[in-house]
């Protein structure tokens, strides 16, 4: 299905909440599947597991855990659903990707360290394009990969630097349906887009905190209208922007208590005194949020990797055809009365 000539946004409310320090500590990263089923990616000093849940936020129990032996992990980045069905787990300490089922049984793992072709140096983020080849950030080799899904090496570019389509430490990389590269610049607080084969296209980003500045970026997902979607990690925000880089919204937080989180509270009563006692709102914002998942209902999955927790929120927008809509103007600005 092809992108909407234009769209009519009219919103981005909050949708819930899933999980708590107890069940996602330390969330760095998210994955959803067609049937609502959640994988959130752990990582702390020590924790290193795949948490499973839903959308009725009930914890399925977990996987993984901490070490260097097969179906482990030391320092898991990110992680993504293949086109076969299973989940893919970088490791930056490991320098290995990692093969799960969606039941959580260890399939098989690839990667070596380095700096040659198909060798890695702390990856991180990692998705698939429509022809089911994996991109990834490698990160301190400053580059972007690309492999088969059973970790053949395809295709890489990028280098260390400044400049038009180099990176310096990239960490989330995503595709849209047109098989463009996203890739979040860490260290430049930009964002790169690629073509499919890695000529570069345009950048968005200073450092900052204003509108359309970045201190650290981490997550990047794009939607199926191609809106752009950035964890600014040093902000503590998630901002949005255009198909072309136009900045569109920023996103603090506004999170409700989850249902586990509830559950544990009503349970316990010194936590439920203290929560009596404790200004809510800053509870509702994001805390260094991490990774970030889009999905074809058009929500948005963000891991709030401080806040132990995934906010959910959706997004509600209408096409617009040519028709519809008048052309594009020298000087645009909009006023609703």
């Given at each position: 299905m092809g992108r909407p000539h234009a769209l009519f946004r009219t919103g981005f409310p909050y949708l819930k909440t899933i999980?708590?320090?107890?069940?996602?500590?330390?969330a760095i990263d998210v994955a959803v599947t067609d049937d609502d089923r959640l994988f959130v990616l752990c990582r702390g000093d020590t924790t290193a597991e795949v948490r499973r849940t839903d959308m009725d936020d009930v914890d399925h129990g977990s996987f993984g855990g901490r070490g260097?032996?097969?179906?482990?992990?030391?320092?898991?980045?990110?992680?993504?659903?293949?086109?076969?069905?299973?989940?893919y787990i970088s490791d930056e300490a490991l320098?290995?990707?990692?093969?799960?089922?969606l039941d959580g049984e260890f399939i098989s793992c690839w990667g070596s360290p380095g700096s040659g072709e198909g060798q890695l140096d702390r990856p991180s983020g990692l998705r698939f394009d429509g022809d089911g080849d994996l991109y990834l950030s490698d990160t301190m080799n400053h580059r972007v990969q690309k492999f088969s899904k059973d970790g053949d090496f395809l295709q890489s570019w990028g280098s260390h630097g400044d400049g038009d389509g180099e990176l310096n430490m990239?960490?989330?990389?995503?595709i849209d349906e047109l098989g463009a590269v996203y890739v979040s610049d860490w260290r430049n607080d930009r964002i790169q887009k690629f073509g499919p084969d890695g000529q570069f296209e345009f950048a968005v980003g200073t450092s900052g905190n204003g509108r359309g500045q970045f201190d650290r970026p981490t997550g990047i997902?794009?939607?199926?209208?191609?809106?752009?979607?950035?964890?600014?990690?040093?902000?503590?925000?998630v901002q949005q922007f255009a198909a072309d880089g136009r900045y569109l919204d920023t996103f603090i937080g506004d999170a409700?208590?989850?249902?586990?989180?509830?559950?544990?509270?009503?349970?316990?009563?010194?936590?439920?005194?203290?929560?009596?006692?404790?200004?809510?709102?800053?509870?509702?914002?994001f805390r260094g949020p991490l990774g970030l998942a889009t999905d074809e209902r058009k929500r948005l999955f963000v891991a709030d990797y401080g806040a132990f927790r995934v906010q959910i929120y959706q997004k509600q927008a209408i096409e617009l055809s040519a028709d519809q809509i008048a052309p594009e103007r020298q000087s645009p600005s909009l006023s609703v009365t």
């Open positions: 999980g708590m320090r107890r069940v996602t500590s330390y260097t032996a097969e179906g482990k992990f030391t320092w898991p980045a990110s992680l993504a659903v293949g086109p076969d069905g299973n989940l320098n290995r990707i990692s093969i799960f089922s990239p960490w989330g990389v995503d997902a794009v939607d199926g209208d191609g809106d752009i979607y950035v964890s600014d990690w040093g902000n503590d925000r409700t208590m989850s249902k586990c989180g509830i559950d544990y509270v009503l349970a316990n009563p010194v936590p439920l005194r203290l929560r009596e006692m404790t200004s809510l709102e800053p509870q509702k914002r």
